[in-house]
């Protein structure tokens, strides 16, 4: 995929909601571009006593509403422009969701799953450390995102703490979100992108009268996301019949146990090899009849072929960037519905947000309680990107990036421009 596609695809949506909202042209100007694109350099031992040099991201694209927030990514096709497409749409996202933070996002340029586990323990290390002041609780707070789990979050909790001194070091647990439950993390905060991927669905069929019971579903990508929509999904009478991964794809008329398949991935670290179903193209996935396709895996993945052949109802977009515009406008003409990453996909940080408001309280919420407010939080947002769309007579995108913006002119509005 060609890299600059996904920023400038990010970009074309952003001037499409702009221009629905009349947003200001110096509003317009700020947002265009990240407050801060940090790029660092730094050197880790191999276990075989090498030093190698890794080339690692963290973009801040806007603080209006809070502090910077937003995934960190281990993948060997990270990129400045990716990163930069990304953050972005992590501030229209809290702005959308009405959370009390910016948007930011990062990485690390590599392939994690050549690497040992040390190996990884000592890359997140050295990057957290090579970040620095950079973030911070109150400034900037990672969180997981592809190639990166609960396990680096902690890794970079524990860096991060041991560089602040003794004194203020427990204040400092909140410098990211999505850690493990025994190291300050939230219950839910696991499932919580896959979750909120299920509620929106779930409203979606409420209000199309649409039984979800017996219905099917495709996913693209079988990891956080992917998995736990599987699951929920399945406890609602929804069978998976195909899935993909970076490995490749595999159909099931029968529908796919997404709990052993999920153990299998635990295991192998892919869907390769598993026992059920058959092996398909990647290009057969996407003309498998299903009611529902969630992709979950990367950004561009929906071209004009891919937005061709898909037969399905509904695309509920678990993965962020996985629709590019010419696919979009395929999509729409066919009259599938898409409901797009920055609501579909806002359970994962909303959840973060929780956490570090847990953490900043001392307290740790029952798991019936993080599960209330998501709900909450995913049909209430849901409900106001439906009305807006139909109200302006918009698509579902430019409604959920109009009432972002809409936020974000505001708040400009009210502030003004330092000094
Ligand atoms: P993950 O690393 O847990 O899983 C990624 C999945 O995508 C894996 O199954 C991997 O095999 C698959 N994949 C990678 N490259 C692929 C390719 N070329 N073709 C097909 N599949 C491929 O990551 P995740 O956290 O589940 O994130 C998935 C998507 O969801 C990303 O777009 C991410 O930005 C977005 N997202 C994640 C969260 C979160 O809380 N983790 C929140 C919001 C959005």
Known sequence: MDKQEFLRAVQ?????????????????????????????????????????????????????????KGGLRYHETVSLDDVKALAALMTWKCA???????????????????HSEG???????????????????????P????????????????????TVGHVEKNAMMRVVTGKTVTCGGSRGRDKATGQGVVHCIVEWARDHRFDLEGKTVIIQGFGNVGSHTAMILSRLGVSLIAVGDHTG?????????????????????????YEAGEEITREQFFQVKADIFVPAALENQIGVAEAQALRVRLIAEGANGPTTPEGERILLERGITILPDILANAGGVTVSYYEWVQNKRSEQWELEEVDARLEAAMKRNYRRVMDFARDRRVDPRVAAYGLALERLKTAYAERGIFP
Not at 47 to 55: A, I, N
Not at 249 to 273: D, M, T
């Open 12 to 68: 074309s949506y952003f001037e499409r909601a702009a221009d629905a909202v009349e947003l200001p042209d110096h509003v317009r100007t700020i947002l265009s571009q990240p407050k801060n694109e940090l790029i660092v350099h730094f050197p880790v031992v191999m276990d075989d006593g090498k030093v190698r040099l890794f080339k690692g991201y963290r973009i801040q694209h806007n603080n209006l509403l809070g502090p910077y």
């Open 143 to 162: 969180a997981p995102d592809v190639g990166t789990s609960s396990r680096e979050m902690v890794w970079m909790m524990d860096t991060y703490m041991n």
């Open 96 to 114: 959308l969701m009405d959370i009390p933070f910016g948007g930011a996002k990062g990485g690390i340029k590599f392939n994690p799953r050549v």
């Open 249 to 273: 794809y595999r159909y099931n008329e029968e529908g796919f146990n997404p709990h052993k398949l999920a153990e299998h991935v635990r295991q192998h670290g892919s869907i390769a090899g």
């Open 119 to 141: 190996e990884i323990r000592r890359i997140t290390r050295r990057f957290t450390h090579a970040l620095g002041s950079n973030i911070g609780p109150e400034y900037d707070i």
